[in-house]
């Protein structure tokens, strides 16, 4: 049950100490030339945010976490939402929307959060979205990506702003991030024009599943094949919203599965690419009848065969690709050789967290091999979880191939027309 947060009645400016927060922030804001006519600052009519009301979700991460006796930091359950409910800038600001709060019972270690959390996320943010007009999530920091690209997946017809956030300094030391990512998450998740998982991290606001972790500093996570949503400047926010995803139509549903199981592998010369082939040979006990649904052509439409391929896909990253009778092209030949045996699929990412394979690359890649399904300018985090979920819902590889370069929620530039909704 959330507990309750509070109810702002009087109109409030920005209290002096947030503002000159965010002024002394303005020389870190990302730079860069755009029109003011496809900048809106976020401020919305006082009566509008009045109406409006966030849920926050505390699942754990350094952000709330204290220093225990020997000096080493330790989450402290009721810790941050005790002190967001006593924050000035919460609940004075007219830029956020009153909120409650729900505390996880078991604080969680970002770094093992995986794929069945990424489904009680979901589940939970279905209970309460009715009740709701915005989400703030506040996490850990090293796999925030990870749960914000499988969140982007599960929700499909999102039509709310899920703001996800955290800390590198909890909020209990005298200097942090904490109290600027938290107040700055809260005014975004009061924003009606979004309807995507977000991340927010210092001063930038990023798509949660085109956005990568890349330092262990105040700005750790960026952002590098697609532009930020929204920056601070100055004294204010702006959204930018030619580059956010439109709203949908339909009701938001959630898909509660992501059983896909793969491997993840980086391909240069010296790689192992014997064990890998190994592992794409062993096989597992094939699920017993009515544990998932089965789709017709899918690896659960078996014939009565009992065993299964031990992975569903195979995520190979690429420093490039070399000639076509080199040594990585020698690589992925026997790949997907022992890959195409056992119906698994192949993709590649580019290694490269900015940027892509050139075109001369990508059709040498094709000519080498044409089996293997290259995601672009996709993040390594998303293409992950997006095969996770792909196979969640029951789809052949041949399905799950086809659907993998698709944009289905802003995740990738396509190289190719989207052909299905998913």
Same mark, same amino acid.
Do not use: W
């Given at each position: 049950?959330?507990?309750?947060?509070?109810?702002? $009645?009087?109109?409030?400016?920005?209290?002096?100490?947030?503002?000159?927060?965010?002024?002394?922030?303005?020389?870190?804001?990302?730079?860069?030339?755009?029109?003011?006519?496809?900048?809106?600052?976020?401020?919305?009519?006082?009566?509008?945010?009045?109406?409006?009301r966030?849920?926050?979700?505390?699942?754990?991460?350094?952000?709330?976490?204290?220093?225990n006796?020997?000096?080493?930091?330790e989450?402290?359950?009721?810790? *941050?939402?005790?002190?967001? =409910?006593?924050?000035?800038?919460?609940?004075?600001?007219?830029?956020?929307?009153?909120?409650?709060? !729900?505390?996880?019972d078991?604080?969680? #270690?970002s770094? #093992?959060?995986?794929?069945?959390?990424?489904?009680?996320?979901?589940?939970? @943010?279905? $209970?309460?979205?009715?009740?709701?007009?915005?989400?703030?999530?506040?996490?850990?920091?090293?796999?925030?990506?990870?749960?914000?690209?499988?969140?982007?997946?599960? @929700?499909?017809?999102?039509?709310?702003? &899920?703001?996800?956030t955290?800390?590198?300094?909890?909020?209990?030391?005298?200097?942090?991030?904490? =109290?600027?990512?938290?107040? !700055?998450?809260?005014?975004?998740?009061?924003?009606? =024009?979004?309807?995507e998982?977000?991340?927010?991290?210092?001063?930038?606001?990023?798509?949660?599943? =085109?956005?990568?972790?890349?330092?262990?500093?105040?700005?750790?996570?960026?952002?590098?094949?697609?532009?930020?949503?929204?920056?601070?400047?100055a004294?204010?926010?702006?959204?930018?919203?030619?580059? *956010? *995803?439109?709203?949908? $139509?339909?009701?938001?549903?959630?898909?509660?599965?992501?059983?896909?199981?793969?491997?993840?592998?980086?391909?240069?010369?010296?790689?192992?690419?014997?064990?890998?082939?190994?592992?794409?040979?062993?096989?597992?006990?094939?699920?017993?009848?009515?544990?998932?649904?089965v789709?017709?052509?899918?690896?659960?439409?078996?014939?009565?065969?009992?065993?299964?391929?031990?992975?569903?896909?195979?995520?190979?990253?690429?420093?490039?690709?070399?000639?076509?009778?080199?040594?990585?092209?020698?690589?992925?030949?026997?790949?997907?050789?022992?890959?195409?045996?056992?119906?698994?699929? &192949?993709?590649?990412?580019?290694? #490269?967290?900015?940027?892509?394979?050139?075109?001369?690359?990508?059709?040498? *890649?094709?000519?080498?091999?044409?089996?293997?399904?290259? @995601?672009?300018?996709?993040?390594?985090?998303?293409?992950?979880?997006?095969?996770?979920?792909?196979?969640?819902?029951?789809?052949?590889?041949?399905?799950?191939?086809?659907?993998?370069?698709?944009?289905?929620?802003?995740?990738? $530039?396509? @190289?190719?027309?989207?052909?299905?909704?998913?």
């Amino acid at each position: 049950m959330a507990s309750p947060g509070h109810t702002t $009645t009087l109109p409030s400016p920005l209290t002096p100490s947030l503002v000159s927060a965010m002024e002394a922030a303005a020389a870190a804001a990302i730079s860069g030339a755009t029109s003011p006519s496809s900048l809106v600052q976020s401020s919305l009519p006082r009566s509008a945010v009045v109406t409006r009301r966030i849920l926050v979700l505390y699942l754990g991460g350094t952000i709330g976490m204290k220093k225990n006796a020997e000096g080493a930091l330790e989450p402290v359950a009721g810790y *941050l939402t005790e002190q967001m =409910r006593e924050m000035r800038e919460l609940r004075e600001s007219a830029e956020i929307a009153p909120f409650d709060i !729900i505390e996880y019972d078991e604080l969680l #270690d970002s770094s #093992d959060i995986g794929a069945s959390d990424y489904c009680r996320i979901a589940a939970d @943010l279905q $209970t309460h979205y009715d009740e709701y007009d915005g989400f703030l999530i506040a996490h850990g920091t090293d796999t925030m990506h990870y749960t914000a690209s499988a969140l982007s997946f599960l @929700l499909c017809n999102l039509d709310k702003p &899920v703001i996800m956030t955290g800390a590198m300094v909890p909020l209990a030391e005298p200097y942090n991030d904490a =109290r600027r990512n938290l107040v !700055i998450s809260m005014m975004i998740a009061s924003n009606p =024009r979004i309807c995507e998982v977000c991340i927010f991290f210092n001063d930038s606001l990023f798509r949660g599943n =085109r956005c990568n972790k890349v330092y262990h500093t105040y700005g750790a996570f960026c952002s590098l094949n697609y532009p930020p949503l929204g920056v601070m400047e100055a004294t204010h926010f702006v959204l930018r919203e030619e580059h *956010l *995803l439109p709203q949908p $139509t339909g009701a938001m549903k959630i898909m509660s599965d992501m059983r896909g199981r793969l491997g993840c592998y980086p391909i240069d010369p010296e790689a192992d690419v014997d064990t890998l082939v190994a592992l794409l040979e062993r096989k597992r006990p094939r699920p017993s009848a009515g544990t998932f649904p089965v789709v017709s052509g899918s690896l659960a439409d078996d014939g009565g065969d009992t065993q299964q391929p031990l992975l569903d896909a195979v995520l190979l990253s690429l420093n490039g690709v070399g000639s076509v009778e080199g040594a990585v092209a020698q690589q992925l030949r026997q790949i997907v050789a022992a890959a195409r045996k056992y119906d698994i699929v &192949v993709c590649a990412v580019a290694r #490269d967290i900015s940027g892509t394979l050139n075109p001369s690359e990508v059709q040498r *890649l094709h000519t080498i091999a044409p089996d293997i399904v290259y @995601l672009n300018d996709m993040c390594i985090s998303a293409a992950e979880v997006k095969l996770m979920y792909l196979f969640g819902k029951g789809l052949s590889p041949a399905k799950v191939a086809a659907a993998m370069p698709q944009n289905l929620r802003g995740e990738i $530039t396509p @190289l190719l027309p989207a052909q299905s909704k998913l």
